[in-house]
């Protein structure tokens, strides 16, 4: 049993395009992020959402759209796709969101665009 | 801002020795929350430690075991008796516990446990 699941793990696509990274987490878990992983392996958080509600948008070109349903999914959209956006996507659920939260990640989806 | 820095890029040790990898951070606040997660080669990354700043206490778990030196803003990570498996990237992490909850990661060393 997966606890968070990320589909795909692969996705390699053409500049321009418009595609999506789907995550759930089968945690019972009311918080869910995604991070971006860089070339050098710079960890940057995206978005966080909690109970569905959007709470951390960092600085993050509108072309991302994220999604939550419910509190059980966070998908990511992103549009208009750019060579620098090829990198590790993570998605990743928490307990809340206070200090003592541990982050439970999915396997991370590496996105590669050309 | 806080910042969170790793100053090893990559390091080495044999297999049964002993490693510490070092972590330093940089913030205003007085409590607040580290952690040490591993990230293998499958990519999933994995908490190794958590230590909250308000203890003293330096937190252990089995093999691992943290210093925390709170005025020194220094959280180092020691890996007793190195397993192959052990082989990872290891990001220490900082989490304020007031304002906007959201991890700080350092960018990680790359730790090779040799055979």
């Known amino acids: 049993d997966t606890a968070v699941s990320q589909t795909p793990k692969y996705l390699v696509t053409q500049m321009g395009n418009d595609k999506s990274i789907k995550c759930e987490q089968n945690l019972g878990h009311d918080t869910m992020y995604w991070y971006k992983q860089d070339s050098k392996k710079f960890l940057k958080i995206m978005f966080s959402y909690n109970n569905k509600e959007l709470i951390i948008n960092e600085t993050v070109p509108n072309r991302f759209s994220p999604k939550s349903p419910d509190k059980a999914h966070l998908n990511l959209h992103i549009n208009s796709l750019e060579l620098g956006d090829s990198a590790v996507y993570f998605c990743?659920?928490?307990?809340?969101?206070?200090?003592?939260?541990?982050?439970?990640f999915g396997a991370g989806s590496r996105l590669t665009v050309l | 801002a806080q910042t969170v820095t790793q100053s090893q890029p990559e390091m080495s040790v044999q297999e049964a020795e002993t490693v510490t990898l070092s972590c330093t951070y940089d913030?205003?606040?007085?409590?607040?929350?580290l952690f040490w997660y591993k990230q293998p080669p499958s990519r999933q990354m994995i908490l190794v430690i958590r230590?909250?700043?308000?203890?003293?206490q330096n937190a252990t778990e089995n093999r691992f075991s943290v210093n925390f030196q709170k005025a020194a803003k220094s959280f180092s990570l020691k890996i007793s008796d190195s397993q192959l498996g052990d082989t990872a990237m290891y990001f220490c992490a900082f989490m304020r516990t007031s304002g906007t909850y959201k991890y700080i990661f350092g960018t990680g060393t790359r730790l090779k446990v040799l055979a």
């Open positions: 230590q909250e700043a308000y203890k003293q």
């Open positions: 913030t205003s606040e007085n409590n607040y929350y």
């Open positions: 990743a659920s928490s307990q809340g969101m206070a200090g003592a939260n541990v982050l439970t």
